[in-house]
T-cell receptor, first 111, second 113 residues
Framework: DQQVKQNSPSLSVQEGRISILNCDYT??????FLWYKKYPAEGPTFLISISSIKDKNEDGRFTVFLNKSAKHLSLHIVPSQPGDSAVYFC??????????FGPGTRLSVLP | EAQVTQNPRYLITVTGKKLTVTCSQN?????MSWYRQDPGLGLRQIYYSMNVEVTDKGDVPEGYKVSRKEKRNFPLILESPSPNQTSLYFCASSLSAAGYEQYFGPGTRLTVT
């Protein structure tokens, strides 16, 4: 059973609007969460992270929200740009050396 | 330029023929890791290493070996590849494990026939 789930395989958003990507996890020991972006034929690149002691972290157009009680986090991109079109992976760690990734959500930002 | 390099980028091989995928980083990172990416499954961790001579199994280690003789290199070894190891492989490194983002290599697409 997947410990990190991204239930939307794909998402399409109009340029300039908000993109919201969701991630759910089952392991209550996870205490650090990361989002990675991946373009075709490239390795994933780090986008933003959040520790379990926070409920929000913001970096420019990207904001991650964490709801520990619901075991849910989301990535907000505002405003969305065509260059944001990529696959987004949610990842979680229990503070140790293991990282668990979700299956990814393919975001398409339409001009 | 800070980077993680992998070689080869593409490889087609036959069942049972031993192969090694190399991974090297130039950032003096302590932590290195190997992942495989399969459709619908995301990235799954194969092995990781906290430092030289320290390696441990991830979630899907069966059929793989690794070694960490030098800090910068972390090769992935398939002693007897099988078709179910056909996948896209990524090497990654970070300053440390907990609390740090990982830098990924460009990936190695492996096909085992």
């Amino acid at each position: 059973d997947q410990q990190v789930k991204q239930n939307s395989p794909s998402l399409s958003v109009q340029e300039g609007r908000i993109s919201i990507l969701n991630c759910d996890y089952t392991n209550s020991m996870f205490d650090y969460f990361l989002w990675y972006k991946k373009y075709p034929a490239e390795g994933p690149t780090f986008l933003i992270s959040i520790s379990s002691i926070k409920d929000k972290n913001e970096d420019g157009r990207f904001t991650v929200f964490l709801n520990k009680s619901a075991k849910h986090l989301s990535l907000h991109i505002v405003p969305s740009q065509p260059g944001d079109s990529a696959v987004y992976f949610c990842a979680a760690s229990d503070g140790g050396q293991n990282f668990v990734f979700g299956p990814g959500t393919r975001l398409s930002v339409l001009p | 330029e800070a980077q993680v390099t992998q070689n080869p980028r593409y490889l087609i091989t036959v069942t049972g023929k031993k192969l090694t995928v190399t991974c090297s980083q130039n950032m003096n990172h302590e932590y290195m890791s190997w992942y495989r990416q399969d459709p619908g499954l995301g990235l799954r961790q194969i092995y990781y290493s906290m430092n030289v001579e320290v390696t441990d199994k991830g979630d899907v280690p069966e059929g793989y070996k690794v070694s960490r003789k030098e800090k910068r290199n972390f090769p992935l070894i398939l002693e007897s590849p099988s078709p179910n190891q056909t996948s896209l492989y990524f090497c990654a490194s970070s300053l440390s494990a907990a609390g740090y983002e990982q830098y990924f290599g460009p990936g190695t697409r492996l096909t085992v026939t």
